[in-house]
């Protein structure tokens, strides 16, 4: 497992992120992220205002793009994306600061019951 930190670039969908991930050495590398340990169903809802993924508008006002984040880096899985946990703290830029008391957005969305646990296998 790798810690680093990264901001948040582009929200796909409930668990799955786009980052930009600082390697230090001002060495950046943008990574396609799916969030570890859980799955959020592919439901939309239709509204007045277009279809609304609730996963991805909870993600968004979480941590929006441009967001800082701190990630870990579990390992690649079969789809080429990375599986990562996200923890990060409204407001807060610093790496070790976000650490002292991180949210960790996987486990929120599993809170909020917009996703599920989820270790491989059949979904």
Same mark, same amino acid.
């Given at each position: ?45 239709y509204t ?8 991805? #508008?909870?993600?968004?006002?979480? %941590?929006?793009?441009?967001?800082? +984040?701190?990630? =870990?880096? &579990?390992?690649? *899985? ?8 996200i923890?990060?703290?409204?407001? #807060?830029?610093?790496?070790?600061? %976000?650490?002292?008391?991180?949210? +960790?957005?996987? =486990?929120? &969305?599993?809170? *909020? ?11």
């Amino acid at each position: 497992m790798f810690q680093y930190p990264a901001t948040v670039g582009r929200i796909v969908d409930g668990d799955t992120l786009w980052l930009d991930v600082d390697l230090g050495f001002r060495t950046h590398v943008q990574v396609d992220v799916r969030l570890a340990h859980i799955n959020t169903p592919e439901t939309i809802n239709y509204t007045a205002k277009g279809l609304i993924d609730p996963a991805a #508008v909870y993600v968004a006002k979480s %941590i929006p793009p441009g967001a800082p +984040v701190v990630v =870990d880096i &579990l390992k690649q *899985e079969k789809y080429g994306r990375w599986l990562a946990v996200i923890y990060f703290q409204p407001g #807060v830029s610093d790496r070790l600061k %976000i650490l002292e008391n991180p949210r +960790v957005l996987n =486990d929120e &969305l599993v809170r *909020e019951g917009l996703a599920k646990r989820y270790e491989g296998g059949k979904k």
